[in-house]
């Protein structure tokens, strides 16, 4: 009744945050058996990962004024300031981004996206590879083991559900 959804690496490409900073947690649960999906991120890859899956800071600063439920209480945001609705504290963020990238992705978001659907995605099935020295990834055809795949995500369908369903959303009771 449990499967892990990871969103990390660049599969077939070495590194990526999440993998460098945790290999042998990775290893543990692609050895592990539990049902296993990897959402890539593939940064900077010719490869479309999630990386891909990207809004514009006009995009926020336009749609995403006061949008989304209205919280109880104020949250603290990350860089400071109190927010009550989802969509302020977004605009917050890309203020406050490093950088000068005219856009951010929305790594997390594809994670989410492919949960509710899965046609947003492109799935593959392989045999579980394993993350051996310097972070590269070390294919093992003759695994039985499978696990998959997930890239090439349809990135304006999981932007255009993303901002109506911050606009027209439903509390879940």
Not at 58 to 80: C, F, N, Q, W
Request: glycine letters at 8%; a negative charge.
């Amino acid at each position: 009744r449990t499967k892990v959804i990871w969103l990390g690496s660049n599969y077939p490409d070495r590194g990526e945050y999440n993998l460098e900073n945790d290999v042998s947690s990775v290893n543990y649960v692609i050895e592990s058996g539990i049902p296993l999906e990897i959402v890539t991120v593939r940064q900077n890859s010719s490869l479309r990962g999630s990386a891909n899956v990207s809004v514009s800071r006009t995009e926020i600063y336009d749609k995403m004024p006061g949008l989304g439920p209205l919280a109880m209480s104020p949250v603290t945001g990350r860089h400071g300031g109190s927010f009550r609705h989802f969509g302020d504290y977004s605009i917050n963020l890309f203020q406050n981004k490093s950088g000068d990238r005219p856009r951010k992705p929305l790594f997390d978001l594809v994670a989410l996206s492919i949960l509710k659907n899965p046609q947003w995605g492109v799935r593959e099935s392989i045999p579980a590879p394993i993350v051996v020295d310097n972070l590269n990834w070390s294919n093992r055809p003759e695994n039985s083991r499978e696990i998959i795949i997930w890239g090439d995500f349809s990135s304006e369908e999981i932007i255009d559900d993303f901002f109506e369903s911050i606009e027209n959303y439903s509390l879940v009771k």
